[in-house]
């Protein structure tokens, strides 16, 4: 993120879901295997990882969507009840301690820009990674890839 303020804003389509990230996310993941892509209807999915008590509703609640996921154990939507749109979501793996915020929601999605692309194998033909860009075919070493900070934020999450 640049600038100093850390803090974000975003939203649903018609307004009535708006939440505040109250600092920068852990990690943006930009996904582009086959599932995100379903799930979009877009190539892509790009979402911040952040702790979810760091994702503080401003506006109503959204409704929840459990979504089947290759694994079997699903996703958890957050939703609008209103447009449908897609605000945020929790995967099996940390459960609701963390929010995969969709950083296109943000009120300024220009200020989180990808930390890397995964599952490039199955990147639509056309979409072309910037120059220098950290992209993998799949997934990717975590402790490898993320900053201390995050790693650090992402144990304590675990309670490790």
Not at 30 to 55: D, K, W
Not at 69 to 90: E, N, P, W
Not at 122 to 143: C, H, I, K, T
């Amino acid at each position: 993120m640049t600038g100093n303020n850390d803090t974000l804003e975003g939203g649903c389509t018609c307004g009535e879901i708006r939440y505040r990230m109250t600092s920068k996310p852990m990690f943006v993941h930009c996904c582009h295997c086959r599932s995100c892509q379903r799930e979009t209807g877009a190539s892509f999915a790009l979402n911040a990882m952040i702790e979810s008590e760091r994702v503080q509703l401003t506006a109503a609640k959204p409704v929840i969507v459990v979504t089947p996921t290759l694994s079997g154990k699903g996703q958890k939507v957050a939703r609008c009840a209103g447009c449908h749109v897609a605000v945020y979501s929790h995967y099996a793996g940390l459960g609701e301690r963390a929010s995969f915020v969709r950083v296109g929601t943000l009120d300024e999605p220009d200020r989180l820009p990808p930390d890397l692309h995964i599952f490039t194998a199955s990147r639509q033909p056309w979409v072309v990674l910037p120059s220098g860009a950290r992209a993998f075919e799949e997934f990717y070493d975590r402790e490898r890839e993320w900053p201390e900070a995050s790693l650090a934020r992402r144990r304590a999450l675990l309670g490790n």
